[in-house]
């Protein structure tokens, strides 16, 4: 029998892992249950590490539990790796980011284990990463794109007329400029649910090497593994709107005189 490929099992941390590593012991698993949990930096190494490498990342999201959002990152950076993807969504509403991604998507548990027993080809596109490029020229924004965040793009269109400004539009088309982009911009307004497709693209950043610039609204508590795929993170958009005018350059040295002057200004 040919070697079977090493599989990410991503999903949360509901009883599936075992049931999965039992049935089909001829594989070869990477479980993120045995990453270091001592910090969030060692974790979030860990997962998006193992989300990268292993050929196939296998993503359940069983019925009647919202779809996680590290899960999404997972599947962002393998995605963008150009892995094999299997999708199991037991949920009544799909996603179709999800659909058009996966190479293979189930609805059933148990109808995705059985064509795992047959064997599983993967279809590695092996894609590059971005050409590396300092320059803070092309900006994506996604997440919540309310008014606050619309406003923010007119007036940083105004006030910076080099950069290129994007919003978010039809996420499967947007991913496939992801090599465009030099900068990503994520906005998770307080007491609305994290957008899932904004998570993908962070993973999908995190594999091209793109900085990340966070806003998350949500307090008292954030959620640590999505800052930990961040280079930046911002209080409010006041602060997102100074960093798309300022930051024209992002490597470390011109970067970081950018932000000394922020932290002045914010008291930070």
Same mark, same amino acid.
């Given at each position: 029998?040919?070697?079977?490929?090493?599989?990410?099992?991503?999903?949360?941390?509901?009883?599936?892992?075992?049931?999965?590593?039992?049935?089909?012991?001829?594989?070869?698993?990477?479980?993120?249950?045995?990453?270091?949990?001592?910090?969030?930096?060692?974790?979030?190494?860990?997962?998006?590490?193992?989300?990268?490498?292993? @050929?196939?990342?296998?993503?359940?999201?069983?019925?009647?539990?919202?779809?996680?959002?590290?899960?999404?990152?997972?599947?962002?950076?393998?995605?963008?790796?150009?892995?094999?993807?299997?999708?199991?969504?037991?949920?009544?509403?799909?996603? @179709?980011?999800?659909?058009?991604?996966?190479?293979?998507?189930?609805?059933?548990?148990?109808?995705?284990?059985?064509?795992?027993?047959?064997?599983?080809?993967?279809?590695?596109?092996?894609?590059?990463?971005?050409?590396?490029?300092?320059?803070?020229?092309?900006?994506?924004?996604?997440?919540?794109?309310?008014?606050?965040?619309?406003?923010?793009?007119?007036?940083?269109?105004?006030?910076?007329?080099?950069?290129?400004?994007?919003?978010?539009?039809? @996420?499967?088309?947007?991913?496939?400029?992801?090599?465009?982009?030099?900068?990503?911009?994520?906005?998770? @307004?307080?007491?609305?649910?994290?957008?899932?497709?904004?998570?993908?693209?962070?993973?999908?950043?995190?594999?091209?090497?793109?900085?990340?610039?966070?806003?998350?609204?949500?307090?008292?508590?954030?959620?640590?593994?999505?800052?930990?795929?961040?280079?930046?993170?911002?209080?409010?958009?006041?602060?997102?709107?100074?960093?798309?005018?300022?930051?024209?350059?992002?490597?470390?040295?011109?970067?970081?005189?950018?932000?000394?002057?922020?932290?002045?200004?914010?008291?930070?």
């Amino acid at each position: 029998m040919a070697k079977k490929p090493r599989i990410y099992l991503a999903g949360s941390f509901y009883a599936f892992r075992d049931e999965i590593i039992k049935a089909l012991p001829e594989y070869f698993f990477s479980d993120p249950r045995t990453h270091r949990q001592s910090s969030i930096a060692k974790l979030v190494m860990d997962d998006m590490t193992e989300a990268e490498k292993c @050929p196939v990342l296998y993503a359940y999201f069983p019925k009647g539990k919202a779809r996680g959002v590290m899960t999404y990152a997972e599947i962002g950076c393998s995605v963008a790796k150009g892995n094999h993807l299997i999708v199991v969504d037991e949920n009544e509403q799909k996603d @179709p980011l999800l659909e058009s991604l996966a190479n293979h998507h189930f609805t059933d548990f148990k109808e995705s284990l059985e064509f795992l027993k047959k064997g599983v080809t993967p279809v590695n596109l092996k894609n590059k990463k971005k050409t590396d490029s300092q320059l803070c020229s092309k900006v994506y924004l996604c997440g919540s794109t309310d008014y606050g965040l619309q406003r923010v793009v007119e007036l940083a269109k105004k006030l910076d007329v080099k950069k290129e400004f994007i919003l978010k539009s039809d @996420p499967a088309e947007d991913f496939k400029k992801i090599k465009e982009y030099d900068l990503v911009v994520v906005h998770f @307004p307080a007491h609305v649910e994290r957008d899932r497709h904004a998570c993908f693209f962070m993973g999908a950043a995190w594999y091209h090497d793109i900085p990340v610039l966070l806003l998350d609204e949500n307090k008292p508590w954030k959620y640590p593994p999505l800052q930990g795929l961040a280079r930046r993170h911002s209080e409010d958009l006041t602060g997102v709107l100074d960093y798309l005018i300022e930051v024209e350059d992002l490597s470390i040295n011109e970067e970081a005189v950018k932000m000394y002057e922020f932290f002045k200004i914010y008291k930070t």
